[in-house]
């Protein structure tokens, strides 16, 4: 269930919050392989099954960028802002990617208000997506996601 702010400036005094998590999600090869036919990131750790399972990680993994890609489906999940002309994605600022994610994982997202600032005609606000692998200690993505939201 998403966190819902009553408008663009309700941001403001949001920093410090857990937005909570997103809905688990399945990582299986046919996404990874649309993801490499998208990007044409072929590499064997990522479409070879075979290859991989006698490789570094046991299996296919998905790639990082895609891994990275999910924070756009997962923040809606989390944090939805009303009254708003417009919401963009204005970048990210640090990404990192600590643990692999295996095909057949389940990863969700979490995420936490960091910064939030008025810009011109709006407000810019920071948000930390963790991505999560269930069963694992250490993060798929972490992921400091920018949007900016228009009244």
Known sequence: MSMTFESPAALLDAVGTHLGYSDWLEIDQRRIDLFAEATGDHQWIHVDPE?????????TIAHGYLTLSLANLFLPQIMQVDNVSMGVNYGCEKVRFPAPVPVGSRVRGGGEVISAEEVKGGVQVVVRM??????????????????????
């Open 51 to 59: 290859r991989a399972a006698a490789g570094p990680f046991g299996s």
């Open 130 to 151: 963790t991505i999560e692998i269930e069963g694992q200690d250490r993060p798929a993505c972490v992921i400091d996601t920018i949007s900016r939201f228009f009244p």
